[in-house]
């Protein structure tokens, strides 16, 4: 399929900048795999007394976009110290190219963990990153922990699973482990909303809407944001009726009678919990299973 | 720029023969071919026309044997769900690991409806195990559906003695030729197949049009109920102007069929000489002599398929790739990894599909530009070293840092 890539993003894989290898690198971060689809090995020169970063060259297996995510990392990091180097976040590398497709992203974040990977090795740390984070494998086919990806979560408040395989490739595979990640998701948000609410920020406010309104606004949500991400996997699903908070569904083709509906019914709850009402409870319709 | 069209297996160029025969089917001709009046009556004889030249084409012995349909892929989802409506005590599949998401994401649906499907393997050249096929026949097994050629590898699968097996075990049997229509010669008189998918698009007519080729005497079930159209077993008014344009690249196909096998396999071979003498580190997917005349896929180790691509396309050269990042998932191609192409080269596979109108000036310019993209990219590659490759076994990377 052809991307939407930028004019940035083509300029940078047609004409990349800092291809290479630093003569005796200060720093070395390697991160991916040839098996994944892609790997990026990031090698620095640091001066020792400012800490600056004076040289830095990529190599990168990948494709447009990976190699446009590696060089426009090594022009931001020019010239900066290690500690502001390590501020540099994989949504500003994908800004710096003009933004990614969003199933490009893990582009963007292949790149932030190579720096993190190159600054820890400068520094003599152990760099923890995927199946060595000490987190629990989520997704086999990628080597993706749980902590992996529930910092992706928490870094770019990501709200589905297509959004973390977009960031991280977990779920990207077989897609096994979908229901782990649409948990993982769940739970994070959850702690992010509590936390949110101990730290004194006001919770939103409840809404006064009208019955007719809230319908509107239900239908809406699923419409724009429930529903293409299930047909996606081949299902759907239907708005049965609203009753006071209840939210009555019924899901359709490969969602019907899919051991994983629970799940899927606590994700939309959730989204529709985030932008109509906070008590809303997602109920699957009984009458209508088969 | 020059451009260079090597991605016929995707799509092909609408002939201009096929333009102007279905024109006139959109200024003038608009009527109705079910209609009583002459406005009608024109149309209908010009739809059963182009039924008779694409019954020619597949040597079909009766007209009634074609069915017109929107594409390929209803063409197989028809074929797929006919056959087991019309056998509803039979509740298993046999299909392979390589088939068109046009048929294995039927089998996927039936299979959570209920069905057992068996998804036979194939070998590293791409082949299938007959006896493996043979063994898996039960009682219960009411369709084997096969492709004809793989649209990745061109790989082609023995169909007339897949046919041979099901007729023996009294099994439909329903191929999907999609790639193989105007590139081998079809006698369905002589072949033992139930029914048979072709797509226009892939020989030269316009997109939204194919063919579902079912047997005299196979008992059939619609899968678009509606109106009498096709006798009853495809609802819908006939998509007249691309039904007429069906005809005439049947008839063009059938034309140059000979020229399809010759004259292109020979570019396709010199295509694919020129690259392996040119480039190092690659291997060709596939069979070399069971395939289309027209494809050739290879894989180019330590580079990624997309990256191949876009610079390619940047030198006006199309072509494609089972790589993860082109698929629009993260996995390489389930062709290859179902042959067993290791990852490594996997994600570097280029797929360069011809049709007759490929000249040997494509192909010269092509063995021109390719070598230095892919020489480009491997020097992007950390895993490439030109003067030493490494050896196979620290090839792939790490999470860990590197040891200095």
């Known amino acids: ?290 | 720029m020059r451009t260079v069209y090597l991605d016929n297996n995707a799509t092909t160029k609408v002939a201009d023969e096929v333009i102007d025969a279905m024109m006139p089917y959109l200024k003038e001709e608009w009527g109705n071919p079910s209609s009583m009046h002459d406005f009608g009556g024109h149309v209908k004889q010009a739809v059963e026309e182009a039924r008779a030249a694409v019954a020619g084409l597949l040597g079909a012995k009766d007209l009634s044997e074609i069915i017109f349909t929107s594409c390929g892929s209803e063409s197989d989802n028809t074929a797929i769900l006919s056959a087991l409506q019309a056998q509803p005590d039979k509740k298993h599949v046999i299909t392979t690991r390589v088939e068109h998401p046009a048929v294995l994401a039927v089998c996927q649906y039936l299979e959570r409806k209920g069905y057992r499907i068996t998804y036979l393997g194939v070998d590293n050249q791409g082949l299938l195990d007959l006896d493996e096929l043979e063994r898996n026949i039960t009682s219960d097994t009411a369709l084997i559906t096969t492709m004809w050629a793989n649209n990745e590898t061109g790989v082609i699968f023995p169909v007339e003695e897949i046919g041979a097996i099901a007729r023996r075990h009294g099994v439909l049997f329903h191929t999907d030729a999609v790639q193989v229509a105007g590139k081998l010669k079809i006698d369905m008189k002589n072949t033992p197949v139930d029914m048979l998918s072709i797509s226009g698009h892939k020989f030269h007519a316009p997109k939204g049009v194919g063919a579902l080729y079912v047997r005299h005497g196979v008992s059939f079930r619609p899968f678009l109920r509606g109106g009498h159209q096709e006798r009853g077993r495809r609802g819908g008014t006939e998509a007249v102007p691309n039904v007429v344009a069906l005809g005439k690249a049947a008839e063009l196909a059938g034309a140059h069929i000979e020229d399809e096998q010759s004259r292109v396999g020979r570019l396709r071979d010199r295509l694919e000489q020129g690259i392996v003498e040119s480039i190092p580190h690659l291997r060709i997917n596939g069979h070399r002599k069971i395939r289309l005349p027209s494809t050739t896929n290879i894989s180019f180790e330590f580079v990624e398929g997309e990256a191949i691509l876009l610079l390619l396309s940047d030198h006006g050269i199309a072509a494609s790739s089972g790589s993860a990042c082109s698929s629009g998932s993260l996995e390489p191609s389930h062709v290859l990894r179902a042959m067993g192409v290791p990852y490594t080269y996997a994600h570097g596979s280029i797929r360069f599909s011809l049709s007759r109108y490929n000249t040997d000036e494509d192909i010269d310019y092509t063995l021109e530009q390719l070598p230095p993209i892919i020489a480009r990219l491997r020097e992007i590659s950390p895993f490439y070293k030109k003067e030493h490759p490494m050896p196979q076994d620290t090839r792939g990377m790490t999470n860990r840092q590197t040891a200095r």
Request: hydrophobic letters at 35%; a negative charge; proline letters at 3%.
């Open chain 1, 1 to 290: 399929m052809a991307w939407d890539y930028t004019d940035k993003v083509k300029e940078y894989y047609r004409h990349p900048k800092n291809v290479g290898e630093v003569e005796a690198p200060d720093a070395v971060g390697e991160v991916g795999s040839i098996v994944c689809g892609d790997a990026l090995r990031l090698t620095l020169k640091v001066d020792p007394e400012t800490k600056i970063i004076t040289d830095a060259k990529f190599q990168t297996f990948g494709c447009g976009s990976a190699i446009a995510s590696s060089s426009a990392l090594t022009e931001m990091i020019l010239g900066k110290s290690l500690d502001d180097a390590a501020q540099v976040t994989n949504q500003q590398i994908a800004d710096f190219l003009g933004g990614l497709p969003p199933e490009k992203m893990h582009c963007s974040v292949m790149g932030m963990d190579a720096l993190e990977a190159a600054i820890a090795d400068y520094r003599g740390e152990e760099h923890k990153h995927t199946d060595e984070d000490e987190g629990k494998i989520v997704c086999h086919c990628f080597g993706i922990t749980d902590k992996y990806i529930e910092r992706a979560i928490r870094d770019n408040k990501l709200t589905s699973v297509e959004d973390v395989t977009n960031y991280t490739k977990a779920g990207g595979g077989c897609g096994s482990c979908h229901d782990e990640i649409e948990s993982i998701l769940f739970r994070v948000r959850s702690e992010q909303a509590k936390e949110a609410k101990e730290h004194g920020e006001t919770p939103r406010k409840k809404k006064r809407m009208s019955t007719l309104q809230k319908i509107k606004l239900i239908e809406e949500t699923i419409d724009q944001e429930i529903r293409p991400a299930l047909q996606q996997d081949g299902g759907d699903l239907d708005l049965i009726d609203v009753e006071g908070n209840e939210v009555i569904v019924a899901f359709r083709g490969f969602c019907s009678g899919c051991v994983a509906s629970h799940l899927t019914l606590e994700g939309i709850q959730m989204k529709l919990r985030e932008v109509v009402l906070p008590d809303l409870v997602v109920v699957e319709d009984r009458d209508e299973q088969l």
